[in-house]
Protein backbone atom coordinates (compact mmCIF):
# COMPACT_ATOMS: atom_id res chain seq x y z
CA UNK A 1 0.00 0.00 0.00
CA UNK A 2 3.14 2.28 0.56
CA UNK A 3 3.80 2.91 -3.22
CA UNK A 4 0.56 3.37 -4.25
CA UNK A 5 -0.19 6.15 -0.90
CA UNK A 6 3.04 7.63 -2.02
CA UNK A 7 2.28 8.59 -5.18
CA UNK A 8 -1.02 9.69 -4.48
CA UNK A 9 -0.07 12.02 -1.62
CA UNK A 10 2.48 13.75 -4.41
CA UNK A 11 -0.42 14.12 -6.85
CA UNK A 12 -2.87 15.44 -4.63
CA UNK A 13 0.19 18.05 -3.41
CA UNK A 14 0.87 19.02 -7.43
CA UNK A 15 -2.65 19.64 -8.15
CA UNK A 16 -3.62 21.48 -5.21
CA UNK A 17 -0.65 23.48 -6.01
CA UNK A 18 -1.92 23.52 -9.78
CA UNK A 19 -5.27 24.54 -8.87
CA UNK A 20 -4.26 27.38 -6.57
CA UNK A 21 -1.10 28.58 -8.60
CA UNK A 22 -3.57 29.07 -11.70
CA UNK A 23 -6.11 31.07 -10.10
CA UNK A 24 -3.46 33.27 -9.16
CA UNK A 25 -1.91 33.34 -12.29
CA UNK A 26 -4.10 32.75 -14.92
CA UNK A 27 -2.57 29.49 -15.64
CA UNK A 28 0.79 31.07 -17.01
CA UNK A 29 3.87 28.80 -17.39
CA UNK A 30 2.68 25.97 -15.16
CA UNK A 31 1.09 23.74 -17.18
CA UNK A 32 4.56 23.02 -18.57
CA UNK A 33 5.77 21.45 -15.57
CA UNK A 34 2.00 20.82 -13.76
CA UNK A 35 0.75 18.97 -17.30
CA UNK A 36 3.53 16.34 -18.06
CA UNK A 37 3.89 15.88 -14.12
CA UNK A 38 0.36 15.31 -13.18
CA UNK A 39 -0.22 12.81 -16.74
CA UNK A 40 2.51 10.60 -15.52
CA UNK A 41 1.56 10.72 -11.76
CA UNK A 42 -1.78 9.86 -12.79
CA UNK A 43 -1.05 6.37 -14.81
CA UNK A 44 1.64 5.16 -11.75
CA UNK A 45 -1.83 6.09 -9.43
CA UNK A 46 -4.15 4.02 -11.67
CA UNK A 47 -1.43 1.13 -12.19
CA UNK A 48 -0.12 0.77 -8.38
CA UNK A 49 -3.96 1.34 -7.43
CA UNK A 50 -5.16 -1.56 -9.48
CA UNK A 51 -2.37 -3.98 -8.05
CA UNK A 52 -3.50 -2.72 -4.93
CA UNK A 53 -7.33 -3.62 -5.31
CA UNK A 54 -6.66 -6.96 -7.07
CA UNK A 55 -4.64 -7.78 -4.57
CA UNK A 56 -7.07 -7.16 -1.63
CA UNK A 57 -9.91 -9.46 -3.70
CA UNK A 58 -7.19 -12.21 -3.98
CA UNK A 59 -6.57 -12.64 -0.50
CA UNK A 60 -10.29 -12.28 0.58
CA UNK A 61 -11.20 -15.51 1.93
CA UNK A 62 -13.47 -17.29 -1.16
CA UNK A 63 -16.06 -18.43 1.27
CA UNK A 64 -16.57 -14.76 1.49
CA UNK A 65 -15.88 -13.47 -1.39
CA UNK A 66 -18.87 -12.06 -3.99
CA UNK A 67 -16.51 -11.83 -7.15
CA UNK A 68 -13.20 -12.76 -8.77
CA UNK A 69 -10.30 -10.88 -8.40
CA UNK A 70 -10.23 -10.54 -12.03
CA UNK A 71 -13.54 -9.49 -12.26
CA UNK A 72 -13.40 -6.85 -9.43
CA UNK A 73 -10.46 -5.24 -11.21
CA UNK A 74 -10.92 -5.76 -14.99
CA UNK A 75 -14.66 -5.14 -15.08
CA UNK A 76 -13.43 -1.36 -13.72
CA UNK A 77 -11.94 -0.54 -17.09
CA UNK A 78 -15.37 -0.90 -19.19
CA UNK A 79 -16.79 2.19 -19.97
CA UNK A 80 -20.53 3.18 -17.82
CA UNK A 81 -20.54 -0.08 -16.53
CA UNK A 82 -18.08 0.62 -13.97
CA UNK A 83 -20.26 3.09 -12.62
CA UNK A 84 -21.96 0.58 -11.61
CA UNK A 85 -19.39 -2.20 -10.69
CA UNK A 86 -17.61 0.25 -8.92
CA UNK A 87 -20.38 -0.79 -5.72
CA UNK A 88 -19.96 -4.25 -5.92
CA UNK A 89 -16.01 -3.96 -6.58
CA UNK A 90 -15.15 -1.38 -3.90
CA UNK A 91 -17.92 -1.39 -1.50
CA UNK A 92 -18.49 -4.77 -1.94
CA UNK A 93 -14.81 -5.10 -0.86
CA UNK A 94 -15.51 -3.06 2.32
CA UNK A 95 -18.68 -5.31 2.78
CA UNK A 96 -17.27 -8.65 2.91
CA UNK A 97 -14.23 -7.68 4.31
CA UNK A 98 -16.51 -6.85 7.37
CA UNK A 99 -18.66 -10.02 7.14
CA UNK A 100 -15.38 -12.15 7.41
CA UNK A 101 -13.91 -9.82 10.53
CA UNK A 102 -17.49 -10.13 12.45
CA UNK A 103 -17.40 -14.06 11.50
CA UNK A 104 -13.80 -13.90 13.01
CA UNK A 105 -15.31 -11.97 16.20
CA UNK A 106 -13.67 -8.98 15.06
CA UNK A 107 -16.27 -5.46 15.46
CA UNK A 108 -13.46 -2.79 14.50
CA UNK A 109 -13.91 -3.79 11.36
CA UNK A 110 -17.75 -2.57 10.83
CA UNK A 111 -17.40 0.89 9.28
CA UNK A 112 -15.40 -0.82 6.42
CA UNK A 113 -18.67 -1.23 4.42
CA UNK A 114 -19.42 2.16 4.71
CA UNK A 115 -16.07 3.53 3.64
CA UNK A 116 -16.27 1.39 0.60
CA UNK A 117 -19.54 3.00 -0.15
CA UNK A 118 -18.46 6.47 0.33
CA UNK A 119 -15.35 5.71 -2.04
CA UNK A 120 -17.09 4.79 -4.73
CA UNK A 121 -19.70 7.59 -4.52
CA UNK A 122 -17.13 9.73 -4.29
CA UNK A 123 -15.32 8.11 -7.79
CA UNK A 124 -19.02 8.61 -9.69
CA UNK A 125 -19.27 12.18 -8.57
CA UNK A 126 -15.53 12.69 -9.93
CA UNK A 127 -16.34 10.95 -13.08
CA UNK A 128 -19.10 13.45 -13.67
CA UNK A 129 -16.82 16.26 -12.92
CA UNK A 130 -14.32 14.64 -15.84
CA UNK A 131 -17.21 14.49 -17.89
CA UNK A 132 -17.82 18.24 -18.22
CA UNK A 133 -13.96 18.61 -18.50
CA UNK A 134 -13.81 16.30 -21.28
CA UNK A 135 -16.14 18.64 -23.46
CA UNK A 136 -13.92 21.72 -21.91
CA UNK A 137 -10.77 19.94 -23.10
CA UNK A 138 -12.87 18.91 -26.51
CA UNK A 139 -13.41 22.39 -26.95
CA UNK A 140 -9.93 23.54 -26.49
CA UNK A 141 -8.33 20.87 -28.65
CA UNK A 142 -10.68 22.45 -31.52
CA UNK A 143 -9.15 25.54 -30.97
CA UNK A 144 -5.71 24.70 -30.41
CA UNK A 145 -6.34 22.42 -33.54
CA UNK A 146 -7.84 26.19 -35.65
CA UNK A 147 -4.70 27.90 -34.59
CA UNK A 148 -1.87 25.47 -35.18
CA UNK A 149 -0.93 23.21 -31.94
CA UNK A 150 1.14 24.22 -29.70
CA UNK A 151 3.03 22.51 -26.56
CA UNK A 152 0.60 24.74 -24.32
CA UNK A 153 -2.27 23.66 -25.66
CA UNK A 154 -1.45 20.15 -25.58
CA UNK A 155 -0.38 19.82 -22.05
CA UNK A 156 -3.31 21.92 -21.10
CA UNK A 157 -5.90 19.54 -22.19
CA UNK A 158 -3.56 16.86 -20.53
CA UNK A 159 -3.29 18.78 -17.56
CA UNK A 160 -7.37 19.41 -17.93
CA UNK A 161 -8.17 15.91 -18.21
CA UNK A 162 -5.94 14.40 -15.46
CA UNK A 163 -7.21 16.05 -12.64
CA UNK A 164 -11.08 16.21 -13.51
CA UNK A 165 -11.27 19.90 -13.91
CA UNK A 166 -8.96 23.13 -13.28
CA UNK A 167 -11.72 23.62 -10.60
CA UNK A 168 -11.40 23.83 -6.49
CA UNK A 169 -14.51 21.51 -6.95
CA UNK A 170 -12.49 19.14 -8.88
CA UNK A 171 -9.84 19.53 -6.24
CA UNK A 172 -11.92 19.10 -2.94
CA UNK A 173 -13.54 15.65 -4.91
CA UNK A 174 -10.34 14.85 -5.11
CA UNK A 175 -8.50 15.62 -1.75
CA UNK A 176 -12.10 13.76 -0.36
CA UNK A 177 -11.45 10.64 -1.78
CA UNK A 178 -8.03 10.58 -1.57
CA UNK A 179 -8.54 10.68 2.61
CA UNK A 180 -11.34 7.89 2.23
CA UNK A 181 -9.64 5.93 -0.11
CA UNK A 182 -6.51 5.81 2.69
CA UNK A 183 -8.52 5.34 5.38
CA UNK A 184 -10.38 2.18 3.78
CA UNK A 185 -7.37 0.75 1.68
CA UNK A 186 -5.33 1.14 5.61
CA UNK A 187 -7.85 -1.14 7.24
CA UNK A 188 -8.86 -3.31 4.33
CA UNK A 189 -5.44 -4.21 4.30
CA UNK A 190 -4.54 -4.49 7.86
CA UNK A 191 -7.43 -6.80 8.17
CA UNK A 192 -6.34 -9.30 5.52
CA UNK A 193 -2.41 -8.93 6.06
CA UNK A 194 -3.34 -9.93 10.20
CA UNK A 195 -5.69 -12.99 8.64
CA UNK A 196 -2.90 -13.96 6.10
CA UNK A 197 -0.17 -13.70 9.02
CA UNK A 198 -2.58 -15.79 11.41
CA UNK A 199 -2.87 -18.45 8.87
CA UNK A 200 0.75 -18.47 8.51
CA UNK A 201 1.11 -19.55 11.94
CA UNK A 202 -1.57 -21.60 11.84
CA UNK A 203 0.53 -23.73 8.89
CA UNK A 204 3.53 -23.97 11.25
CA UNK A 205 2.13 -25.98 13.88
Avoid at 133 to 147: L, N, P, Q
Wanted: proline fraction near 3%; hydrophobic fraction near 50%; include cysteine.
Amino acid sequence: MLLPLVIKSVMLGVIAFSTVFSYVSGFADSVYVTGPLVLVLGILSLVTGAILHYKCWEAMPVDFARTTPAKALGYLFIPFFNLYWRFPSIGGLGGDCGAFALNKGRNDFNHLGALGLTLAILMCLESTNWVWTFFSAERGIRVAWGMGWTDRAFWQCCFLLSIGGKTIIGLLLYAAKFVIWLLFYRDVTRLLNGQAAQTAISSLH
